[in-house]
């Protein structure tokens, strides 16, 4: 196993479980990370705020640690770096509200036609984080237990998938967490916040690993295959901790 300069996470599934704090074990591997003079990238579905909520809050690092960190929430659909203590945004590419309303309606639209609308709804099912509509099949706030278990194979959300792409192809569409299924402006995705972070780094693709649980055809972690980066597949954070302690001894 080489040893890359900037190591980019998935968050979900890969880093902490769906919407989980991050627990303390990785969060002391990815300072030591830091320290081992390596950049960190994490690029999930999340919103900036939940990654505050969910990541953030758990991982207290000096200023110039955080100087190592980058943010690529929704799908790598924005950025951001520390600056003058703050997180502050290098882009982001919004979504119009003629846009917001077509992929809302059309998702309404797609999971009453095809059936696969859950008895129980927890929370809000749509949420619009700006540059990227999430459908939650069972809402925002459902337990982890109950996402995990409606839709494991992802069948639902694939035909759910197909009979969105056909009406509106204009708009990237993938598979998110355990029962989520992401929308963004066509090409601007995974695959496009890592040819960004490689400029803004000036760190060539080949110097960085992409590390995620959802790199399978479809999955929200696929897209990152075709920018060229080493994709590095894991099934769980367990996996996630043993890749991280294996890439400590280079």
């Not at 390596?38 to 690092?61: D, E, N, R």
């Not at 090409?187 to 000036?202: A, E, H, P």
Request: glycine share 6%.
């Amino acid at each position: 196993m080489m040893s890359k300069k900037v190591i980019v996470f998935d968050l979900d599934g890969t880093l902490a479980e769906s919407k989980q704090p991050l627990d303390s074990e990785m969060a002391t591997l990815l300072k030591q990370l830091i320290d081992h003079d390596h950049y960190i990238a994490v690029m999930s579905g999340g919103s900036l705020a939940q990654y505050k909520k969910q990541f953030l809050s758990q991982l207290p690092l000096s200023s110039l640690q955080y100087q190592k960190l980058y943010l690529l929430p929704t799908s790598g659909t924005a950025m951001y770096r520390y600056t003058h203590n703050d997180w502050q945004e290098i882009y982001m590419h919004t979504l119009s509200l003629v846009e917001s309303d077509e992929i809302t309606t059309m998702l309404h639209e797609a999971a009453f036609a095809t059936g696969n609308i859950p008895e129980k709804i927890h929370g809000a099912q749509i949420e619009d984080r700006g540059s990227q509509i999430t459908f939650s099949a069972l809402g925002q706030d459902a337990p982890l237990q109950e996402k995990s278990s409606w839709d494991p194979d992802r069948s639902k959300r694939k035909e759910i998938i197909f009979y969105f792409i056909k009406r509106l192809p204009q708009y990237t569409v993938h598979i998110g967490g355990t029962n989520s299924i992401d929308i963004t402006k066509k090409g601007i995705d995974k695959t496009y916040g890592i040819q960004q972070l490689s400029k803004v780094l000036s760190i060539p693709i080949s110097d960085m690993v992409f590390v995620g649980d959802a790199l399978y055809p479809g999955g929200n972690d696929e897209p990152a295959k075709a920018s060229g980066i080493e994709c590095v597949s894991v099934k769980n954070i367990d996996e996630t901790k043993a890749y991280i302690r294996a890439m400590l001894t280079k």
